[in-house]
């Protein structure tokens, strides 16, 4: 049994950021696609942006979670959402345009199967795990789709499994070389899974503020997006990796100012190279 | 025979790698105050105790170094494949892994302190500018030394593991030895120096951290100073030892009982660790145990 410790007050409700956060990076993710329609792959970038979106909306969803009073959950409950959200999002890749659906879908079943045996089985006894749960599947599916479609072009199967080879000036398809062969969705895990709890983890405390752990949500779904457009180079056409560059750089820059500016607003004072003040009672 | 000499050579070669990293990786992590420690440097201003320590919470050891070194192993391998030659792709995937983790760094400490402006902690922007650069060396140390582990196993051993999956297997268990064994002088012992020694932290001592210095008030290079000189180096045998007994069997005894030689060997290993493990816990506690009455005065 636990009880609520903290609530949030004031700012956007929790409901408001997850439909915003689900409808946002599906619709992105869904923008990838022109890249097929197009046949080019300058479009992969909204991958990118459509973790971002989803990587908002989780970091919301662990402060939802935890504000039961599960203070050393909070770096576990991003490797649970990827590792429920890998599931759908692999098994979802076979469908075809379908795919984002399918694995929002799957996410959620995951999720509330897992929600149901934390709280009946292993008797948590948390009202909202079971909603945080499948929350937390549905992101982890999007945010892993989300960077399958921005470094390799598409969220299909066939694209995630095929890269090419240039060997002395031919262009050879290849498994060694793709998303999936090359496990660069064990990079991708980690740098969704770190930059989803970070966040709340960051900022918990008695004077937390809601705009400025979003801010920071977005600043850490930006700065994955900078390392994931490196790893896009080899797999889609350097342009468009520079392109994917290019706008993850620019929304780092912005978010990172603005997480700072945030933070110089909450912070009790901000001193350089001053000594610890003295505290009335010492 | 020709390639179990130059296996070994090889195993040599990562268990050193290896012990450098786990040495770098333990001295990163303590001048950040991450992992255990970490609960204290946070608890502290809400007792009362503001400080100047750096409080660098970025989710535990082993989640955050398996992000930086499969994120390294990820961007180097993205190199390679673009035809880049290995050491100038791992320098370049060590480099912005490391940048990663100097962001990560100044948003969690920005974040903690100024999520406890109730209790009156201030940020010091010196502590983040001088206490940043010299995590993000250590992390690069660590990462590079890493990374070339794992291309080491990948490329020279024919390891079936792709780079990035090798650097997320490789980063957490970095993290956990570092986190295990280096931690405790950082936390049981730096932190506490003012508490009599062995006695643990009584519940009346939690957030009383060593905040003041032999010479003005306590930062998180001195942390590092003291922690790399023991901390760091158990750690690194801690991950040298990990690395190059793994390898060792698995070069050696594959071939034998189609590869159930190297698992049978492997237990073994366990076991012999676990017999030592208890022997030296016995030893520790007799010569060091808990405080019992004091036997005699020596003089008087």
New interface residues.
Partial sequence: MTVKVEKIEGGIPHNTIMVAGLIASVVLVYLTYANVLTGTQYFAFFGGLATVAALVWGSHTIKHLCSYGIGTG??SA??MAFGSGVIAMLFATKYGIAAPIVAVILAAVVGAILGYVANNVLNMKIPVMIVSLVEMAVIGALVLMGYAAMMSGSFELSALTT?S??ILGLSLPSY??SFL????I??A???G??AI???F????????TQD??LY?AA??GF?SM??AA?????LISMGAALVSLFVAVIGWYYT?AK??E???R????????????E?E?? | MESIVFGIGITALAGALATVAGAAENTESDIGSQGDPNSQVQLAPQMGYLHRIFNKAIAGEPPAWGLWIALGAGIAWAFMAMQVNPILAIVLGAALATFVQGVYATTAYLGRTASLAKFGQPVFVDVLKSMTTVTMAHAFVAIFATVTVCHLMNAALGHPFPLPLLGLVWGIALGAAGSATGNPFYGKERQYQNQKYGAGVPIAASGNIVRYAEAGERNSLDNGWFSARLGGPASGVCFGLIVFLELWRTVLFEHIAAGWGAIIIGIIIILVFMVIDRYIEVWARKNYGPYGKPAEEASS
Wanted: charged share 10%; proline share 9%.
């Fill in positions: 909070v770096p991003g490797m890269g080879v240039s060694q070389a062969g090359g496990a660069l064990a990079t895990f980690m740098l899974g770190i709890q970070h966040p983890n960051a900022c918990l405390g008695p004077s937390w400025r752990m920071l600043e850490c700065l900078i390392a490196i790893m896009s180079m080899p990172y997480y700072i945030l933070s110089k909450d912070a009790f004072s901000w001193l350089d190279s001053k000594p610890i003040p505290v009672g010492q």
